[in-house]
């Protein structure tokens, strides 16, 4: 099995150094014939995909995760859809913004560069396998994809598919590698290998990130938790912020820029949280409130400490009463995961500096955090959203994915 | 000694919360009066610094570490000056340089914004204890400076007079925060202490970096070994080949952009070297060639394996003979700590090659690899120059200590 990783490792390597400086038209023609091969072939990538079905239903693991893995006709579309956009996008690859000249006739700028070797490490959903791949070749990296053992016939298929179609359009098709081993202990190596792998992008449970972060040798695009935040401010539109909390906690449940906390300013708790109380009921979300909130709403359950700190993913949302937008900065930059927050007031200097002082990927004035996503940005896709500061913050697109280097063009300067 | 850590650290956190909305005038104006505090005090930083080199002397440390450590009044001017340099740099924080409107009306871009708190591990050069505040500073960063123990002296005097000057222009003095405690534990402390810090900067040798590297769990700013080459191609202007490789090599033995490793095309060695080597001779540079360098130059030392992966630091040059371009960007990409290297050429498309596919953090053209860092590049001032792919590559100014978060501004949306 040593054997086998490092040729791997090695494959992956190389074929970075040729994928780096293909140019665009060749990798669009492998996103577009990629496209064919997943139409063409949608009927097997089904059959597959449900001998993952039926393993998974004898595995006893639960309809959320039944729900991840399955493919449909529609997941088909979607897939061939997003590979479409991602051929429209602009090739980052060998961009130089500018080219400034120095006092000594220097020309000096940065040119876009890819990271070189992605190690991508997700669970159950086998899209991730295409949106990844196109993702990585697009942005000239090549990527060794490890899905979860429960997805390996469906991953399998669409990674001949890839295969295929890299071939078609004469890239390495090393440059993408699906692992077909599920043994775990994989893992363990490919994550400290750090002579060959540049990244590693982990998507799935916090455990899983957790993980791997602790355990990595190599740099890690993290994205942990959305414990998001809309704070209705006293001067906020009452009928605005209803609507958008409405929107950022109903729409969807289980995604990671759901609302998951309210705090509200304390003059106008009276008049807005009985109006959110009978929304909220209506819909089932269990309300947990503060001190403060308990007051007004008398029903609702205490919530405690931790509470201000879940992700429920579920029809649940805690409240809390402050009594500035001050405090409320310190609140949500104390007990947020730094994914999304949204404040919602007409004040134009509480905006600004709501906006300033909120440490999170994204900060929101007016808007449903559900909003905080690679396409709805205009980035067409992404492979994640960063929940760190360092390289990449927000969703992960293809820009995420590259580096700069700086280039220097000279007539025979020497340094005095 | 545990408390004192962790009372460093939180105080590290509160600070960066204070200073990352601080307006640039205020900054300046610190930066202002540090550089009096310099000027008014530079008799009493050069005594201290006295006991410093006293010490050192004692402990027979080196002459080359001496030199490093000792502050002249030469030294205090150029701290001076370099602090100059940085006031007038644009300060970064806040900048937001464009905002998209979607389709929705919502607009959408990314504000800058500093990475937090930096932790910066040094050697024995003091005058980075006023570099590095002063860009942490500028940059909105609170930062943990960790010199060496050998200049224990020197840096208690400037921290003393950096706090000084935050209280004059009312910034948090716990901002910048020298370590005074030699105990090496600390270290160990402070680079897993990852909810307090963003970001590690580690300066000095080899061994100290990857020490720090492999024991973090906080990102690193890595700046290893500088093995700079020089490609002389067959459309060389062998005039500006000699000036150049004899500036790179020869300009300063001791820095990371000091050439180290020169390859020469197979058509025009044999004019080439011999010029070459007329020069090194003169110079006292110690030559070790390849096989076919051997050929041409009778009377040198044959290059080991190892001597192509060297960083020499000192009167001592690698050559090796290719016969083509490809085969020089090959040996290059594989010898190379990624640092800079430079083509000396006359033909467009060579150099268009070159530069594209040279994996370093600075590629250069007809030019001395001399010119790579920060003040050459315009960037006023540099932290180090990362030889990393990730976050930040090349010289590591302002920018490089920064991270930008996605701000989104509207009118109430929803997403359907």
Redesign the interface.
């Known amino acids: 099995m040593v054997e086998k990783i490092k040729e791997l490792l090695k494959n992956a390597k190389n074929s970075s150094?040729s994928i780096?400086?293909i140019p665009s038209e060749q990798k669009n023609y492998f996103l577009s014939e990629l496209q064919k091969a997943l139409k063409n072939n949608s009927k097997k990538i089904i059959s597959e995909n449900k001998n993952d079905l039926v393993n998974a239903k004898k595995n006893k693991l639960d309809d959320a995760f039944i729900d991840r893995l399955k493919i449909s006709e529609k997941t088909v579309k979607s897939m061939i859809d997003g590979l479409q956009n991602i051929e429209t996008l602009d090739d980052p690859i060998?961009n130089i913004n500018s080219l400034?000249v120095?006092p000594n006739g220097?020309q000096?700028g940065k040119?876009r560069?890819p990271?070189?070797v992605i190690l991508m490490i997700y669970e159950s959903r086998p899209n991730v396998t295409i949106d990844a791949a196109a993702l990585a070749v697009k942005s000239g990296n090549s990527i060794i994809l490890r899905g979860g053992s429960e997805a390996i016939n469906s991953n399998l298929i669409l990674g001949k598919l890839i295969k295929d179609s890299l071939s078609k359009a004469k890239i390495d098709i090393n440059v993408v590698q699906v692992v077909d081993n599920p043994d775990r202990s994989i893992v363990k190596e490919l994550i400290q290998a750090k002579d060959f792998i540049?990244?590693i992008i982990p998507r799935g449970g916090k455990g899983l990130i957790q993980n791997i972060s602790?355990n990595a040798?190599i740099?890690v695009i993290k994205h942990l938790d959305g414990n998001c935040h809309i704070y209705v401010d006293e001067y906020a539109?009452l009928e605005?912020a209803i609507?958008?909390v409405?929107?950022?906690k109903t729409?969807r449940y289980g995604t990671c820029n759901t609302l998951e906390s309210l705090v509200v300013n304390k003059s106008i708790a009276k008049s807005f949280l009985p109006k959110i109380f009978k929304l909220f009921r209506k819909k089932d979300v269990e309300m947990r409130g503060c001190s403060e909130t308990l007051k007004i709403l008398t029903s609702i359950k205490r919530a405690s400490t931790q509470d201000f700190y879940e992700e429920y993913l579920a029809p649940i949302i805690s409240i809390k009463i402050v009594p500035t937008l001050d405090s409320a900065i310190n609140f949500i930059?104390k007990h947020s995961s730094g994914h999304t927050e949204?404040i919602i007031t007409e004040n134009f200097t509480h905006s600004q500096k709501f906006?300033?002082?909120i440490?999170?990927?994204?900060?929101?004035?007016?808007?449903?955090t559900?909003?905080?996503d690679g396409f709805?940005?205009?980035l067409g896709a992404e492979v994640g959203i960063s929940t760190?500061?360092?390289?990449a913050?927000?969703?992960v697109g293809l820009e995420g994915l590259t580096?700069?280097?700086?280039?220097?063009?000279?007539?025979?300067?020497?340094?005095n």
Request: positive net charge; aromatic residues 6%.
């Open positions: 150094q780096c400086n060998g400034k120095m220097l000096v040119m560069v990271l070189g540049d990244v602790d040798k740099p539109s605005m609507q958008v409405d929107n950022a729409q930059n949204s906006i300033k002082l440490d999170s990927s994204s900060v929101m004035i007016n808007a449903s559900r909003f905080a709805e940005y205009g760190d500061k360092f390289h913050r927000g969703p580096s700069e280097k700086y280039i220097v063009l000279g007539s025979g300067q020497i340094r």
